[in-house]
């Protein structure tokens, strides 16, 4: 039972332009998400969170849109650079069900090309 | 500022042997969760520990245990090991087991892989 899914295997971005990434989630009681980027040989790195009671978040470069009744946020950088192309992970968690227990998507590949 | 830490980087092990993880939670962090990684899937959560006891599992077998020590590190044991148990394994720290709104901090992991 894949509870947060990320549908896009990989992207591919001009540099300069918008990146989109989506996650879908099944789990109601979700209240918290965050995504998360990952380098190869490297560990995840916290890029941005948003809690149920918003429905955006802004941190420089970086947005998460919320939209809870579709039960699906999106990740938005712009503009993208060389450095953004990575793995990005989205994960969700429930205060209810553990606050720190965090359910992960699979994962999307960004490249970005000059 | 020291991040979460975790040793081995790499590891060979064979089917039915046991092994052991570390993890060194960033500082000022009390609480650690380690998650499993597999190849071209999103880490799994598999425990958590804060003050010395697991407070959460995830869907693991009882052959994955733990250990938080006084000082917050905490190892990951691993026992009667199987092909399937070959992945990344991630530590993660954070303040407090209940703490909402507060992202996790991860190691480098641990890359596990049985012969």
């Given amino acids: 039972d894949q509870q947060v899914k990320q549908n896009s295997p990989s992207l591919s971005v001009q540099e300069g332009r918008i990146s989109i990434l989506n996650c879908d989630y099944t789990n109601s009681m979700f209240d918290y998400f965050l995504w998360y980027k990952k380098y190869p040989a490297e560990g995840p790195t916290f890029l941005i969170s948003i809690s149920s009671i918003k429905d955006k978040n802004e941190d420089g470069r970086f947005t998460v849109f919320l939209n809870k009744s579709a039960k699906h946020l999106s990740l938005h950088i712009v503009p993208s650079q060389p450095g953004d192309s990575a793995v990005y992970f989205c994960a969700a968690s429930a205060r209810g069900q553990g606050a720190q227990k965090l359910v992960f998507g699979q994962g999307t590949r960004l490249t970005i090309n000059p | ?115």
């Fill in chain 2, 1 to 115: 500022d020291a991040g979460v830490t975790q040793s081995p980087t790499h590891l060979i092990k064979t089917r039915g042997q046991q092994v052991t993880l570390r993890c060194s939670p960033k500082s000022g962090h009390d609480t650690v969760s380690w998650y499993q990684q597999a190849l071209g899937q999103g880490p799994q959560f598999i425990f958590q520990y804060y003050e010395e006891e697991e407070r959460q599992r995830g869907n693991f077998p009882d052959r994955f245990s733990g250990h938080q020590y006084p000082n917050y590190s905490s190892e990951l044991n691993v026992n009667a090991l199987l092909l399937g148990d070959s992945a990344l394994y991630l530590c993660a720290s954070s303040l407090g087991p209940g703490s909402f709104n507060q992202p996790q901090h991860f190691g480098d992991g641990t890359r596990l892989s049985i012969l």
